[in-house]
């Protein structure tokens, strides 16, 4: 245990001193919370831009076409911007306004007609309704009327149809022009069509018959950077342990700093755990560093427990251990550095770490099931934001068994004497 | 009779169907400084690494203190015995020189105080330094301390002064001596002619894997060192004429400079007579035989600064 101290203070204190090493351990997972905490962790919505060209005007625009406009400008969702009535070239117009940088064009074009089509389409809805109803009870109670009764009813309902028959059958139209490369134009449209739809239902008098209540799965509510702080930890937690110890052991092992301690009475086991606890120390700097800044700057919600220090161990066993391996099976410092990086970076963007994994494609969400980093992230998220024991436990078990077997394996291939 | 620290009988090590070491059998004294001469891919570092016990060896047996270095339990006890220097020695960049010491010292139950060695290797104004900012020398030098720090019986110096400048190299063959000094047994691998010649109480000449000649410099040197040189600068092509005719042996070069070969001193007497009766004023020198000129009787060949065969 004496060496195995030793060789942790040794290579600790070697990494602590260096600063590239420093930079890209602890600096930039930093640099890109910060960088994905600015773009994600605000806590407003985000906005859209809408031109709206409000063709049903006479004078001015007409009540009902305003209050739609209305509608939209109150979800908040939208800066709306107008555009005159005569103008027939809607896209050039939309992309002077936006300007070169402007991003997406989304244009709503409410129709000429929109209120007289709304106030009649509406009447002959509720007229519709109303001789729906009137026949439906007529047929019903018609063999209890006299026949002075059904007469007058049936000349009622004769006059009603006549009067339907003659309102419009014209419909208030909008017209939306979306970019197809717009990613955000599904949200654009659902949103429309939902104050279009309340604007239905409103005129008509219909009254909601399913109610629709929000309810945040944890006690806070979390937001996109809460999600992204584990997974940046994690993410950094695996390039550590992939990308750096296999640089580490392999250049260690090319300057013969390895062969010069196998001389010694160290053995190859002392030397492994060494590393490894040097590993957890500096894993469990950066995630101390990412939370303070998280909590600092942006108030995230995480809170380490008991669980997530272990699985920080863990993670740092597991991710040790693939390094180990790749750095026993090659040579070629060069060769080591690129290997790492070609295995860490995909599993970095494949696991879950960033974004959920229900984002992805079905072969990708394969995928993600057999890469370490997606038990690992999930567990320190379940452990740090959700507080989701099953979650923990279950990742947990998952990351711990595949730590003993890249640790033995790691192990295993080190070589304390040459060939 | 000084204990035998090493002890190394019918050795072989294969890698593959190349066969590095080739059924060698020498042997260590407590005590004295050994050095294995060859060039490069001689199998010298392969023999040492050996002894080590860091390689496993093919056929044969060696022993270190008498343990075997194929069993387990005794290459702890050797490990604990014997300080290493190894072939391009490197250490923690980041960590300074005492740092560097205490790290391949606390890997030992006994060692020596840090700071003693490194006023024995002269070192004390670099103590802080980091490994880094070290010149060549001074990184050799630190290596030789890593491997004095468990006060070690038997010390492996593979390669002490390579890549190192003329004046680097001298301070680290002043470190070696001094080691011997303190009774240490030094087992040392060299490509350098001179180094060895220094340093060593016997030399191994060792190529392609076989030990050619073994002994002590002297031994080497009057065995398979050849003739005595007289050199006489300048000395021109009637005087060659002269001395030919009498000893025999002489050569003339390019630069009218005669060289004779004399059996001995009797010989060089009485052409260092001759050379008086003809009034002769020239400057003369005499040459004797080094251990490059046995390297170059029993290998054929010599080697080059870069260590490779010629």
């Given at each position: 245990?004496?060496?195995?101290?030793?060789?942790?203070?040794?290579?600790?204190?070697?990494?602590?001193?260096?600063?590239?090493?420093?930079?890209?351990?602890?600096?930039?997972?930093?640099?890109?919370?910060?960088?994905?905490?600015?773009?994600?962790?605000?806590?407003?919505?985000?906005?859209?831009?809408?031109?709206?060209?409000?063709?049903?005007?006479?004078?001015?625009?007409?009540?009902?076409?305003?209050?739609?406009?209305?509608?939209?400008?109150?979800t908040?969702?939208?800066?709306?911007?107008?555009?005159?009535?005569?103008?027939t070239?809607?896209?050039?117009?939309?992309?002077?306004?936006?300007?070169?940088?402007?991003?997406?064009?989304?244009?709503?074009?409410?129709?000429?007609?929109?209120?007289?089509?709304?106030?009649?389409?509406?009447?002959?809805?509720?007229?519709?309704?109303?001789?729906?109803?009137?026949?439906?009870?007529?047929?019903y109670?018609?063999?209890?009327?006299?026949?002075?009764?059904?007469?007058?009813?049936?000349?009622?309902?004769?006059?009603?149809?006549?009067?339907n028959?003659?309102?419009?059958?014209?419909?208030?139209?909008?017209?939306?022009?979306?970019?197809?490369?717009?990613?955000s134009?599904?949200i654009?449209?659902?949103?429309?069509?939902?104050?279009?739809?309340?604007?239905?239902?409103?005129?008509?008098?219909?009254?909601?018959?399913?109610?629709?209540?929000?309810?945040?799965?944890?006690?806070?509510?979390?937001?996109?950077?809460?999600?992204?702080?584990?997974?940046?930890?994690?993410?950094?937690?695996?390039?550590?342990?992939?990308?750096?110890?296999?640089?580490?052991?392999?250049?260690?092992?090319?300057?013969?700093?390895?062969?010069?301690?196998?001389?010694?009475?160290?053995?190859?086991?002392?030397?492994?755990?060494?590393?490894?606890?040097?590993?957890?120390?500096?894993?469990l700097?950066?995630?101390?560093?990412?939370?303070?800044?998280?909590?600092?700057?942006?108030?995230?919600?995480?809170?380490?427990?008991?669980?997530?220090?272990?699985?920080?161990?863990?993670?740092?066993?597991?991710?040790?251990?693939?390094?180990?391996?790749?750095?026993?099976?090659?040579?070629?410092?060069?060769a080591?550095?690129?290997?790492?990086?070609a295995?860490?970076?995909?599993?970095?963007?494949?696991?879950?770490?960033y974004?959920?994994?229900?984002?992805?494609?079905d072969?990708?969400?394969?995928?993600?099931?057999?890469?370490?980093?997606?038990?690992?992230?999930?567990?320190?998220?379940?452990?740090?934001?959700?507080?989701?024991?099953?979650?923990?436990?279950?990742?947990?078990?998952?990351?711990?068994?595949?730590?003993?077997?890249?640790?033995?394996?790691?192990?295993?291939?080190?070589?304390?004497?040459?060939? | 009779?000084?204990?035998?620290?090493?002890?190394?009988?019918s050795?072989?090590?294969?890698?593959?169907?190349?066969?590095?070491?080739?059924d060698?059998?020498?042997e260590?004294?407590?005590?004295?400084?050994?050095?294995?001469?060859?060039?490069?891919g001689?199998?010298?570092?392969?023999?040492?690494?050996?002894?080590?016990?860091?390689?496993?060896?093919?056929?044969g047996?060696?022993?270190?203190?008498?343990?075997?270095?194929?069993?387990?339990?005794?290459?702890?006890?050797?490990?604990?015995?014997?300080?290493?220097?190894?072939?391009?020695?490197?250490?923690?960049?980041?960590?300074?020189?005492?740092?560097?010491?205490?790290?391949?010292?606390?890997?030992?139950?006994?060692?020596?105080?840090?700071?003693?060695?490194?006023?024995?290797?002269?070192?004390?104004?670099?103590?802080?330094?980091?490994?880094?900012?070290?010149?060549?020398?001074?990184?050799?030098?630190?290596?030789?301390?890593?491997?004095?720090?468990?006060d070690p019986?038997?010390?492996?110096?593979?390669?002490?002064?390579?890549?190192?400048?003329?004046?680097?190299?001298?301070?680290?063959?002043?470190?070696?001596?001094?080691?011997?000094?303190?009774?240490?047994?030094?087992?040392?691998?060299?490509?350098?002619?001179?180094?060895?010649?220094?340093?060593?109480?016997?030399?191994?000449?060792?190529?392609?894997?076989?030990?050619?000649?073994?002994?002590?410099?002297?031994?080497?040197?009057?065995?398979y060192?050849?003739?005595?040189?007289?050199?006489?600068?300048?000395?021109?092509?009637?005087?060659?004429?002269?001395?030919?005719?009498?000893?025999?042996?002489?050569t003339?070069?390019?630069?009218?400079?005669?060289?004779?070969?004399?059996?001995?001193?009797?010989?060089?007497?009485?052409?260092?007579?001759?050379?008086?009766?003809?009034?002769?004023?020239?400057?003369?020198?005499?040459?004797?035989?080094?251990?490059?000129?046995?390297f170059?009787?029993?290998?054929?060949?010599?080697?080059?600064?870069?260590?490779?065969l010629?």
């Amino acid at each position: 245990m004496k060496r195995t101290i030793i060789i942790f203070k040794a290579v600790t204190k070697n990494w602590l001193r260096s600063r590239s090493g420093l930079f890209f351990s602890i600096m930039f997972p930093v640099l890109l919370l910060l960088v994905f905490g600015a773009v994600f962790g605000s806590q407003g919505a985000s906005t859209y831009s809408l031109l709206i060209q409000n063709l049903d005007i006479d004078g001015t625009p007409t009540e009902l076409s305003e209050v739609f406009v209305e509608a939209l400008n109150s979800t908040e969702t939208f800066t709306i911007t107008t555009i005159p009535a005569d103008i027939t070239d809607l896209r050039s117009y939309a992309r002077d306004v936006l300007g070169p940088l402007g991003g997406n064009i989304r244009i709503l074009v409410i129709s000429e007609g929109f209120q007289d089509n709304l106030i009649n389409g509406t009447l002959k809805v509720r007229v519709g309704i109303t001789l729906n109803t009137t026949l439906t009870m007529y047929q019903y109670y018609a063999l209890s009327m006299n026949e002075t009764q059904k007469e007058a009813i049936e000349q009622g309902i004769e006059q009603m149809e006549q009067y339907n028959a003659s309102l419009p059958d014209k419909k208030a139209s909008l017209a939306v022009i979306l970019d197809d490369s717009d990613q955000s134009s599904g949200i654009v449209k659902s949103i429309i069509m939902s104050i279009a739809n309340a604007f239905n239902y409103e005129l008509i008098g219909a009254k909601n018959v399913v109610t629709f209540q929000e309810e945040p799965f944890t006690e806070r509510q979390l937001r996109t950077i809460d999600f992204y702080l584990p997974g940046v930890i994690s993410a950094f937690i695996m390039t550590n342990g992939i990308i750096g110890v296999t640089t580490n052991t392999t250049e260690f092992k090319r300057r013969g700093i390895i062969k010069r301690l196998s001389i010694t009475p160290l053995g190859k086991i002392e030397w492994i755990l060494g590393n490894v606890f040097s590993q957890t120390l500096l894993n469990l700097m950066l995630t101390a560093i990412i939370i303070v800044v998280g909590w600092l700057i942006f108030d995230v919600q995480a809170i380490p427990d008991v669980f997530s220090i272990l699985l920080i161990f863990l993670g740092s066993l597991l991710f040790s251990g693939i390094g180990m391996l790749l750095s026993g099976l090659i040579k070629d410092v060069e060769a080591a550095s690129a290997v790492g990086n070609a295995i860490a970076f995909p599993m970095m963007f494949l696991s879950g770490a960033y974004w959920p994994v229900e984002f992805m494609p079905d072969y990708m969400r394969t995928i993600a099931k057999i890469l370490p980093l997606t038990y690992f992230s999930e567990g320190l998220r379940s452990a740090m934001i959700y507080k989701y024991p099953e979650g923990i436990i279950t990742n947990t078990i998952i990351v711990a068994a595949l730590a003993v077997i890249f640790i033995v394996l790691g192990s295993l291939v080190t070589r304390w004497k040459e060939k | 009779m000084a204990e035998k620290v090493v002890e190394v009988s019918s050795l072989v090590k294969q890698y593959g169907s190349l066969t590095a070491v080739d059924d060698i059998s020498f042997e260590v004294y407590e005590g004295e400084v050994f050095a294995f001469l060859g060039p490069n891919g001689a199998g010298k570092t392969t023999t040492v690494e050996v002894l080590e016990c860091i390689r496993p060896l093919t056929s044969g047996s060696a022993s270190v203190f008498g343990y075997d270095v194929t069993k387990r339990e005794d290459t702890k006890e050797i490990k604990k015995r014997i300080g290493v220097l190894p072939q391009d020695f490197s250490a923690l960049d980041k960590l300074s020189v005492k740092e560097n010491i205490d790290l391949i010292g606390g890997m030992y139950d006994k060692k020596l105080d840090t700071m003693e060695v490194i006023k024995l290797l002269d070192v004390e104004d670099k103590v802080n330094e980091r490994f880094e900012n070290l010149s060549g020398g001074l990184k050799q030098r630190v290596g030789v301390a890593a491997a004095l720090v468990n006060d070690p019986e038997l010390v492996f110096l593979d390669e002490p002064t390579t890549g190192l400048d003329p004046k680097a190299r001298r301070e680290v063959w002043s470190v070696i001596q001094n080691l011997k000094k303190l009774g240490k047994a030094i087992f040392l691998t060299s490509h350098y002619m001179e180094e060895a010649q220094v340093l060593a109480d016997r030399i191994a000449i060792i190529n392609k894997g076989k030990i050619t000649v073994i002994g002590s410099p002297q031994r080497l040197i009057s065995e398979y060192g050849g003739l005595k040189v007289l050199i006489i600068r300048k000395g021109g092509k009637k005087i060659a004429k002269t001395l030919q005719e009498r000893f025999g042996d002489t050569t003339l070069n390019n630069n009218e400079d005669i060289f004779v070969k004399v059996d001995d001193v009797k010989e060089m007497w009485q052409t260092l007579s001759t050379l008086t009766d003809m009034n002769i004023d020239k400057e003369i020198e005499i040459q004797t035989p080094t251990i490059e000129d046995v390297f170059l009787k029993v290998v054929g060949g010599r080697i080059t600064e870069e260590g490779e065969l010629t």
